[in-house]
Nanobody, 126 residues
Framework: QVQLVESGGGLVQAGGSLRLSCAAAGRAFRTYVMGWFRQTPGKEREFVTAITYSGERTDYADSVKGRFTISRDNAKNSVYLQMNSLKSEDTAVYYC???????????????????WGQGTQVTVSS
């Protein structure tokens, strides 16, 4: 079992930056693909970005490419999401997720993630 806890959400003005963190409890963290998803009320949860176990490969949704950066520190059992040039449409609850079955290829599919955090709210004011 892996527990994921997100932090770092909050209120920021458009054009600003936030850094989300996700701390994982579990020794196998370094073997997992890690992903970030987001959800707004009334909409389905959507993929944001993912990173392989080694950090060598990443994948980004077109809507955040060039503005968001995912990274991980396996020694700290943590994954991060640096969000720059934030827009009002980035407002959402952001979820961290871990895939125990995918380690060398990032995935956008929710059903390939086995563990989820509780989410952290990001609100971008225009």
């Amino acid at each position: 079992q892996v527990q994921l806890v997100e932090s770092g959400g909050g209120l920021v003005q458009a054009g600003g930056s936030l850094r989300l963190s996700c701390a994982a409890a579990g020794r196998a963290f370094r073997t997992y693909v890690m992903g970030w998803f987001r959800q707004t009320p009334g909409k389905e949860r959507e993929f944001v970005t993912a990173i392989t176990y080694s950090g060598e490969r990443t994948d980004y949704a077109d809507s955040v490419k060039g503005r968001f950066t995912i990274s991980r520190d396996n020694a700290k059992n943590s994954v991060y999401l640096q969000m720059n040039s934030l827009k009002s449409e980035d407002t959402a609850v952001y979820y961290c997720a871990a895939s125990a079955t995918r380690w060398a290829t990032p995935t956008r599919r929710e059903n390939e993630y086995d563990y989820w955090g509780q989410g952290t709210q990001v609100t971008v004011s225009s």
